[in-house]
């Protein structure tokens, strides 16, 4: 893919971002798995269903958090022709 925004960068003089986010929450949060999961635990906070076998780990970020990213990364990217950024912890 990186290939593939690179040409189009090269061809047609553009500067990109490219940004990938953590599963992303917050407030308004309306569907996705992070939101079943807390629409499962209000309507039965005594249960808790666990799926797989419990060595997954995920990654969020609040959406304020993912904003400020956003800003910082488009700061940082000024006068490059391209940049990539993860935004999430880091698991090993």
């Given at each position: 893919m990186q290939n593939l925004i690179n040409a189009y960068c090269n061809l047609y003089g553009l500067?990109?971002?490219v940004f990938r986010c953590a599963n992303v929450v917050g407030?308004?949060?309306?569907h996705g798995v992070t939101h079943d999961f807390i629409v499962k635990l209000?309507?039965?906070p005594k249960q808790l269903?666990?799926?797989?076998?419990c060595?997954?780990?995920?990654?969020?970020?609040?959406?304020?958090?993912?904003?400020?990213?956003?800003?910082i990364a488009y700061n940082v990217a000024a006068g490059k022709r391209i940049e990539a950024?993860?935004?999430g912890k880091r698991t090993a």
């Amino acid at each position: 893919m990186q290939n593939l925004i690179n040409a189009y960068c090269n061809l047609y003089g553009l500067k990109v971002v490219v940004f990938r986010c953590a599963n992303v929450v917050g407030p308004r949060l309306k569907h996705g798995v992070t939101h079943d999961f807390i629409v499962k635990l209000y309507k039965n906070p005594k249960q808790l269903e666990i799926l797989g076998d419990c060595t997954q780990k995920r990654s969020y970020i609040y959406i304020d958090d993912a904003v400020d990213a956003t800003i910082i990364a488009y700061n940082v990217a000024a006068g490059k022709r391209i940049e990539a950024f993860n935004v999430g912890k880091r698991t090993a």
